[in-house]
């Protein structure tokens, strides 16, 4: 059995009276790749931003003591609303991707790279920019893997948006990330480059078993590139199962509206349509 990642139980985060996530509990194992979906306002950001230790869930639970956990790659992150001493430990090996791309665009590509290893690099290396050799060729590995090892002197403000959301994922694997969680990756990306983002992402996590859960809007990608799929619905865990056995059903009780499921996840042609949630 492969070892678990991560472990959400009981977790519970009020924003004053909005119950954003209601007793969500969640399992995934080393090598998973996981979509999660749902209708805008659903908590998926909420959760993704808990697991890496951004926020904290509810310290009581209908006045009672919370029971709330989670656990990321074997190092408590929070428990009953609190965080863990540990947190930091489990961020450092945490790669987190953002809708945004969070670069530092009036820095170089290869720069922005490094600033991914700054966890292993001694105080005073980082706040002089002198990287070792050894930090930059494994920076600009990083780059090749995602094809972008020709743009490392350019400012990434010259990028597009999808070659920033490269550079993004170049930096989570310069910080050797256990895990990868992607927060709307390629919301603001065209479907040629969510395509090569996607591609990218699962080809990290087959070849590296790099666990990676990715929050979409598009069902479509969902499908495609995401064995697994849990769906939040108004806070709750609404679906949480193979994606190919997500069907018209589901789909339109998990959204509100008709979703017709793309046929197959095992296809090889390009995705055909976007199936974009706006609820
Ligand atoms: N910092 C915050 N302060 C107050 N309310 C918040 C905050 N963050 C999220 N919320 C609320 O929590 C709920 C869940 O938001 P969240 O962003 O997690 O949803 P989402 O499913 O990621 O939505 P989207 O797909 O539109 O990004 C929403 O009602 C949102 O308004």
Redesign the pocket.
């Known amino acids: 059995m492969n070892k678990q990642v991560i472990s959400v139980q009981q977790l519970n985060?009020h924003?004053?009276n909005?119950h954003?996530?209601k007793n969500v509990g969640l399992s995934v194992e080393q090598g998973e790749m996981v979509a999660l979906l749902?209708?805008?306002?659903?908590?998926?950001?909420?959760?993704?931003?808990h697991l890496n230790g951004l926020?904290c869930g509810d310290k009581t639970v209908n006045d009672k003591p919370s029971n709330g956990y989670i656990e990321v790659l074997g190092v408590p992150v929070q428990k009953n609303g609190k965080f863990c001493k540990t947190v930091r430990a489990s961020r450092c090996q945490t790669g987190y991707i953002f809708q945004q791309f969070n670069l530092v665009t009036r820095l170089s590509v290869l720069q922005n790279v490094l600033i991914g290893g700054l966890n292993s690099t001694p105080l005073w290396r980082s706040l002089t920019g002198r990287f070792t050799l050894a930090q930059k060729q494994q920076a600009m590995n990083a780059l090749e893997r995602v094809g972008l090892a020709d743009f490392a002197t350019q400012r990434v403000s010259n990028l597009s948006g999808g070659q920033q959301q490269r550079v993004a994922i170049a930096r989570a694997l310069m910080q050797q990330a256990k895990i990868i969680l992607a927060?709307?990756p390629i919301a603001s990306l065209d479907p040629e480059s969510s395509r090569i983002v996607m591609d990218i992402l699962s080809d990290i996590n087959k070849k590296e078993g790099i666990a990676v859960v990715v929050?979409l809007?598009q069902v479509d990608y969902a499908v495609r590139y995401c064995p697994r799929v849990v769906a939040?619905k108004k806070?709750e865990v609404f679906f949480d199962g193979p994606s190919e056995q997500l069907d018209e059903g589901t789909l339109a009780a998990l959204y509100g509206s008709k979703v017709t499921p793309p046929q197959s996840n095992k296809s090889k042609t390009p995705v055909p349509q976007l199936w974009a949630q706006t609820a």
Do not use: Q, Y
């Open positions: 985060k924003f004053a909005n954003a996530l749902g209708p805008s306002g659903s908590g998926k950001s909420t959760l993704l931003r926020v927060d709307e929050t809007h939040l806070g």
